[in-house]
């Protein structure tokens, strides 16, 4: 004795309808499988600029020729060189008094005076 159940046969708008999901689904996987490893991003269209290297080195600097003009500041309105304190070709030192003007006394007093 068998038992034979009734296959009823799908209509058409159901065979359609699957025709559709199937064929979805393999465009979706397709694409999603066309795209998988590429980037999102859009090529520059800007030109790339050249990474620049530093350079660094010991040394040091000397001046062009071998002679540094030092002069009084304008603000002095004319004072003049009293004593100069160094020799062409000594070496001097940041913050060294290197020559005493003709207008020391005058300016300390003032100094002095506003002090007070």
Do not use: H
């Amino acid at each position: 004795m068998s038992l034979q159940m009734p296959f009823k046969k799908p209509s058409k708008q159901v065979l359609i309808g699957l025709y559709v999901v199937v064929a979805s689904a393999t465009g979706v996987a397709l694409y999603g499988f066309s795209q998988f490893g590429q980037s999102n991003t859009k090529p520059s269209t800007q030109p790339t600029v050249p990474v620049v290297k530093k350079v660094t080195a010991l040394g040091r600097l000397e001046p062009e020729s071998e002679v540094s003009q030092v002069s009084a500041p304008l603000a002095l309105n004319g004072d003049r060189v009293a004593q100069l304190l160094v020799k062409e070709g000594d070496a001097v030192k940041a913050g060294q008094v290197i020559a005493i003007l003709d207008s020391r006394d005058r300016l300390q007093n003032s100094f002095e005076q506003a002090k007070k």
